[in-house]
């Protein structure tokens, strides 16, 4: 079983649509949650942390909930720029890295 | 720039050869990463580094592979003997401790013949 699963998609959704990603981790001892994205033929960049209480970064919500061992990210209004792959990150003193899940936002 | 840089960006290697590839990390970083990423997949752990110790290798790994960083700066990854296998984009990241986010640079692209 791999320690960081997401399901790989592709999502193909329309502009404005909102879209959710999930994550499991195996390790209960992780520390630290992270979503990044990466672009085609580029290197993963944070997209944004993810925290216990759940937290926002305008159209972008992440939730952790540590007794599920689970991971989310919600996009609301989506937009063309937002296709990309969105990796699930999680911190056991090293960065261990889903498979990444692809969207794709069509017009 | 004051990102993660490497070096080089591409490496066309024949099989059986040696490559070394370079990573200079963001200066204030103590934590340094190497990954590997094949079409499709995330980026896979390599070994990491606290300053100079190598903390962690993967078992994943071959013997061929090894990694330093011998001053707790830049670090390099050797491969010996190439595979055909090995032929992948390798990645380089770096952090301030432990559970802070990460920066990657824009990676090393192998291609072995």
Redesign the interface.
Known sequence: RKEVEQDPGPFNVPEGATVAFNCTYSNSASQSFFWYRQDCRKEPKLLMSVYSSGNEDGRFTAQLNRASQYISLLIRDSKLSDSATYLCVVNTDKLIFGTGTRLQVFP | DTGVSQDPRHKITKRGQNVTFRCDPISEHNRL?W?RQTL??????LT?FQNEAQ??KSRLLSDRFSAERPKGSFSTLEIQRTEQGDSAMY?C?S?WQ??A???????TRLTVV
């Open positions: 990463y990954y499709g997949q995330g980026p896979e752990f990491y903390l962690e990645l990241a952090s432990g559970a986010e990460a920066f990657f640079g824009q990676g």
